[in-house]
């Protein structure tokens, strides 16, 4: 068996809230004699944004076009450890297999884990046999982080959305009665694994057939350079009614969206990518005539609302979110010395389980860290989120929820 290097964490799913200890292995397998300077670990956080554009200037002749490639970047820490030598002289490792455990606190105020189409929140670990005048051995990890978000400190999750757009059709010299679109949903705020549970209504006093209802939960990302920004849209999940409604009459309709892992609103204390999301609902109408649209946000979060017994963890406020020039505030003082463990956030909750992004990740080859075709585990990385099981608990389950709160 050649010479191989991997790295392993003693947490199966790898994910970690802000402010825990990260501990895994570097595993390593030498076929023969290597003279090394050190075997370091090196641990690393940030964010990146990255994407060109193509810009044209000038007329006929005279036009030109150009490619422009607009970037921006964080750090959030980074920490090198030795786990054999201090890149001071050589040292000889004999022929076998050599395991050595590591560990690292991260930072209290981290934004979660994020993989996008532009730009990233990434987290890693990577290993390096430093060998003279000869290839080093690498290997790189990630693993990912969580900020919490709880959606009992955010009072817009526990209001209820409740919209409602009207328009009318003009046809020659009259004028027909409204088309009224109507949306309610019991919270503003859900976690992954809860249903969102809607109910739409649609009353045409108009002559207009409307031919049916469609919508989504989209995901909406925002990626900030120095210079310009970038906004892209996913849908999470897709709402489709086709059953018509005659003009002059009502229909209600009844719907459930499960939220899949996701990573959180806002990525709180990341300033260069901005994560919200969105449910449009729209009435279809046939020929000319514009649908009729209602667009509400809608808030991530990674804590539950709780109606009974509320969270108390200590998180930012909602006054700003995103941070800004500084991290949000956190109410009552400072940032807590240690954030709640994954698992239970309040002995009353059960554990959520953590589950691969709904979006698949990128590569995590840094080729300006150094990696190239020889570093081991620079495959595409998806993180993972909480995903909860509330049934039971004292929140809407079912669109027929709203229907009997209202």
């Not at 690292?104 to 890693?124: D, K, M």
């Not at 002559?207 to 049916?212: C, I, K, P």
């Not at 990302?221 to 970038?230: G, I, L, M, N, P």
């Not at 691969?356 to 150094?370: P, W």
Request: aromatic share 10%; net charge neutral.
């Amino acid at each position: 068996m050649p010479t191989s290097i991997r790295i392993s964490f003693d947490r199966p799913e790898a994910s970690y809230f802000a402010g825990e200890t990260i501990t895994g292995r570097v595993h390593l397998h030498l076929d023969t004699p290597k003279n090394v300077r050190a075997v370091k670990i090196d641990f690393q956080g940030g964010a990146r944004v990255r994407w060109t554009e193509h810009h044209s200037t000038g007329t006929g002749k005279n036009r030109r076009t150009s490619t422009r490639t607009y970037y921006a970047s964080e750090t959030y820490f980074s920490s090198r450890g030795f786990l054999v030598g201090n890149d001071v002289g050589e040292i000889t490792l004999t022929p076998g297999d050599y395991v050595y455990p590591f560990q690292c606190e991260l930072p209290n105020a981290l934004p979660s884990s994020f993989e996008g189409a532009h730009g990233h929140v990434r987290y890693t670990v990577k290993a390096v046999v430093d060998r003279p005048w000869k290839f080093d051995h690498s290997a790189r990890a990630a693993f990912t982080v969580v900020s919490p978000l709880d959606l009992n400190m955010y009072p817009q999750a526990k209001e209820p959305i409740i919209c409602e757009q009207s328009k009318y059709f003009c046809c020659l010299w009259c004028r027909s009665g409204p088309l009224t679109l109507s949306v309610r949903v019991p919270n503003g705020g859900y976690v992954p694994g809860q249903d969102i549970p809607l109910q739409i209504q649609v009353d045409n006093a108009s002559t207009t057939e409307v031919y049916g209802v469609r919508g989504a939960l989209n995901q909406i990302v925002r990626f900030h350079a120095t210079t310009r920004s970038k906004a892209t849209t996913q849908r999470v999940m897709d709402l489709v009614f086709s059953s018509k409604v005659e003009g002059h009459s009502s229909k209600v309709y009844l719907q459930q969206l499960r939220v899949p892992p996701l990573p959180p609103s806002f990525l709180t204390f990341c300033r260069i990518i901005d994560v919200d999301y969105q449910l449009t609902v729209s009435a279809l109408v046939g020929g000319a005539h514009i649908n009729l649209t209602i667009q509400a946000p809608i808030l991530i979060g990674t804590f539950p609302l709780v109606v009974s017994k509320p969270l108390n963890l200590n998180l930012p406020g909602p006054s700003d979110p995103r941070g800004g020039a500084e991290p949000p505030p956190y109410p009552g003082g400072p940032l807590p010395s240690a954030p709640p463990p994954p698992g239970l956030p309040s002995p009353d909750l059960p554990p959520p389980s953590y589950e691969e992004c709904l979006f698949k990740g990128n590569s995590i080859m840094d080729t300006e860290d150094g990696d190239n075709q020889y570093t081991m585990g620079h495959q595409a990385f998806t993180p993972r989120y909480p995903v909860w099981n509330l049934i039971g608990w004292n929140v809407p389950h079912s669109a027929e929820d709203v229907k009997n709160e209202n």
